[in-house]
Nanobody, 114 residues
Framework: VQLQAFGGGLVQPGGSLRLSCAAS????????SGWYRQAPGKQRELVAV??????GYADSVKGRFTIAKDNAKNTMYLQMNSLKPEDTAVYYC??????????WGKGTQVTVSS
């Protein structure tokens, strides 16, 4: 599975961004999709996940971020609203296949600053 993320950038506090992650290859093997982020000097952390059973979010983004998938376009999204400076990080999309393989896209930088 190959993943390509889009949509990062610079936004002011309180603003919004939408990240996209396009998947190609053996997409039918994907069981779980998600977004992680890594801020400077910090460990990579889970932001949101989605599978056939629903969605899940880190406490820090609940109510502000929404993860979604468009299966017809093989694309996953992360809508980020009410952004805060502490959301600044490199965001990575990832999938886990039905045999437990992990695949990662290249990160996309999100900077929240006035």
């Amino acid at each position: 599975v190959q993943l390509q993320a889009f949509g990062g950038g610079l936004v002011q506090p309180g603003g919004s961004l939408r990240l996209s992650c396009a998947a190609s290859g053996n997409i039918f093997s994907i069981k779980i999709s998600g977004w992680y982020r890594q801020a400077p000097g910090k460990q990579r952390e889970l932001v949101a996940v989605i599978n056939s059973g629903g969605t899940g979010y880190a406490d820090s983004v609940k109510g502000r971020f929404t993860i979604a998938k468009d299966n017809a376009k093989n694309t996953m999204y992360l809508q980020m609203n009410s952004l805060k400076p502490e959301d600044t990080a490199v965001y990575y999309c990832t999938v886990v296949t039905n045999i437990g393989e992990w695949f990662w896209g290249k990160g996309t930088q999100v900077t929240v600053s006035s």
